[in-house]
């Protein structure tokens, strides 16, 4: 058990929805390679595949709903684990890119950033937490089978009509049962409703916002600051060098969809009634730079806010943030 993370054979895992590539750096001079599909039963065939390695440090990026269950499971079977920032992987290779042409695939890029800079391990969230997450998802995956149905319904038949109405009425009384299960889960939690009441000072942060940042930002800590935390959403601004964009800034999006999708309408509702982000927004069109790329900014102030209030435990003021 004593063994350190440098004595452990580096794996790096790149996952997708159905699948993922698994990279193993056998003493650092060949690669064994082989894909699984992304489900418990190509979990349970990582783990048979992998014995013959012995201990080993794996590496994942952190992508959200895709790698976590992965990584959870891992953990699980007692094997060192690292939930690394896309943006700080795909750094990495581009650093090693500009000295080697080679590209040789995400999850051989992902076990040499394993090997050579030994990153820390990961710990899964509380239960608490992970319950919550597996809600705000369950709620997000209703909402869209309302949508699609709604939109079924309006150039359907006659004759399914009757049909489809139920079905939507039924998704709308599991909607409202699934909030109902995430304000009760957050207030009979200490800590969840505490953090969500200093979120909620917010001007633009509302119920669904507070629990969504709770659900996939978890506990600020594990952030060093908010550049890191903008990062790990896939907001941060990335330099287009090349074609006709070249020069210009793009985001990354490289990190979690889901913040992102979940930051989008508070962000556009905040351009009004949040004066941080009002005020950011009216300098960035004085320069000609409002439309997409004001709004996100101005989901990454938000977020920006959002991890201060939790990060210092004070509540948002207005007069402290705009004099600071």
């Known amino acids: 058990m004593g063994e350190s993370a440098m004595d452990k054979t580096s794996v790096g895992i790149d996952v997708a929805k159905l699948k993922f590539d698994v990279a193993v750096w056998v003493e650092r001079k060949k690669y064994k390679t082989k894909a699984f599909p992304n489900t418990p039963s190509g979990f349970s065939q990582l783990l048979k595949w992998l014995i013959p390695y012995g201990d080993c440090h794996i590496c994942l990026e952190a992508t959200g709903s895709y790698s976590v269950p992965l990584a959870m499971f891992l953990v699980d079977n007692g094997i060192d684990v690292s939930l690394e920032n896309p943006s700080r992987i795909h750094a990495f290779g581009e650093s090693e890119l500009s000295r080697n042409k080679t590209d040789q695939g995400d999850a051989k890029m992902i076990v040499r950033y394993c090997a050579l800079h030994t990153p820390v391990l990961w710990t899964p969230p509380p239960l608490s937490e992970r319950q919550l997450t597996a809600l705000v998802r369950h709620l997000k995956s209703l909402e869209e089978m309302r949508q699609m149905q709604e939109n079924r319904q309006s150039v359907a038949d006659d004759v399914v009509q009757s049909s489809l109405l139920e079905i939507i009425s039924a998704l709308k009384q599991q909607i409202q049962a699934t909030k109902e299960k995430i304000k009760n889960h957050i207030d009979n939690d200490p800590d969840l409703k505490k953090n969500k009441a200093l979120l909620e000072s917010i001007p633009g942060i509302g119920e669904i916002l507070s629990a969504s940042l709770l659900a996939y930002v978890g506990n600020v800590s594990k952030f ?20 006709l964009f070249k020069g210009r800034s793009c985001l990354s999006k490289r990190g979690h969809t889901e913040l992102r999708k979940a930051l989008y309408m508070p962000a556009l509702a905040a351009l009004s009634c949040n004066p941080i982000v009002k005020a950011q927004w009216q300098r960035l069109v004085s320069r000609h730079k409002g439309g997409k790329m004001g709004v996100c900014a101005a989901m990454r102030k938000l977020l920006q806010l959002a991890y201060g209030v939790l990060k210092s435990g004070i509540p948002f003021d207005t007069k402290i943030a705009l004099a600071s």
């Open 224 to 243: 060093t600051n908010s550049k890191a935390v903008v990062a790990y959403a896939g907001l941060n601004p990335k330099l287009c060098e090349s074609g």
